[in-house]
């Protein structure tokens, strides 16, 4: 939804860039990393206008 309808640069921060599909634009920039790493999470927040973050957990109750 964002890259087609506005014109904003994206930064993807995520744990497993390999997952990501059909990002082609140079208007995304992805960085690998985990979200318990706060030095490696400050610097990729670092600049960026808006943070819109989603955690997603996993529990197998087996």
């Known amino acids: 939804m ?3 309808e506005t014109d904003v640069q994206l930064t993807l921060y995520l744990r497993n860039s390999r997952r990501l599909r059909n ?7 992805v960085i690998e990393g985990d ?3 706060i ?3 400050k610097e990729a927040m670092n600049g ?3 943070d819109f973050t ?3 957990t ?3 109750p087996f």
Do not use: A, G, T, Y
Not at 23 to 29: L, T
């Open 48 to 50: 960026q206008d808006v």
């Open 54 to 56: 989603i955690f997603l």
């Open 35 to 37: 979200v318990m790493d």
């Open 2 to 4: 964002f890259l087609k």
């Open 58 to 60: 996993f529990c197998n």
């Open 23 to 29: 990002i082609d634009s140079d208007r995304v920039r």
């Open 39 to 41: 030095e490696n999470l």
